[in-house]
Nanobody
Framework: VQLVESGGGLVQPGGSLRLSCAAS????????MSWVRQAPGKGLEWVSS????????YYVDSVKGRFTVSRDNAKNTVYLQMNSLKSGDTSLYYC???????????WGQGTQVTVSS
């Protein structure tokens, strides 16, 4: 199983980035997909999740209205569109896969997002 994130980088406050996570080795459409981040010196923070058919999405309060999670099951890829970025969004962003009701079972290696002027 491989989850490979991409799309991170350095962006100014107020800017946007779109993260992607390409999955292989799993039946992608069977899995909920989540984004989890870790800021420097802090613990893991769940950011967003999307169910297997993209009919339901979930967000931590701090990103509601700014971030949008989506997926393309034909491409085995989940996305995180991040708008109006703030310095507090600076983190290493991981994607993770889980079955319904289960723990986050598979993780990617992370992609760094730095929001700074």
């Amino acid at each position: 199983v491989q989850l490979v994130e991409s799309g991170g980088g350095l962006v100014q406050p107020g800017g946007s980035l779109r993260l992607s996570c390409a999955a292989s080795g799993i039946t992608f459409s069977d899995y909920y997909m989540s984004w989890v981040r870790q800021a420097p010196g802090k613990g893991l923070e769940w950011v967003s999740s999307i169910n297997s058919d993209a009919s339901m999405t979930y967000y931590v309060d701090s990103v509601k209205g700014r971030f949008t999670v989506s997926r393309d099951n034909a491409k085995n890829t989940v996305y995180l569109q991040m708008n109006s970025l703030k310095s507090g969004d600076t983190s290493l962003y991981y994607c993770a896969a889980s079955v319904f009701g289960g723990a986050l079972r598979y993780w990617g290696q992370g992609t760094q997002v730095t929001v700074s002027s």
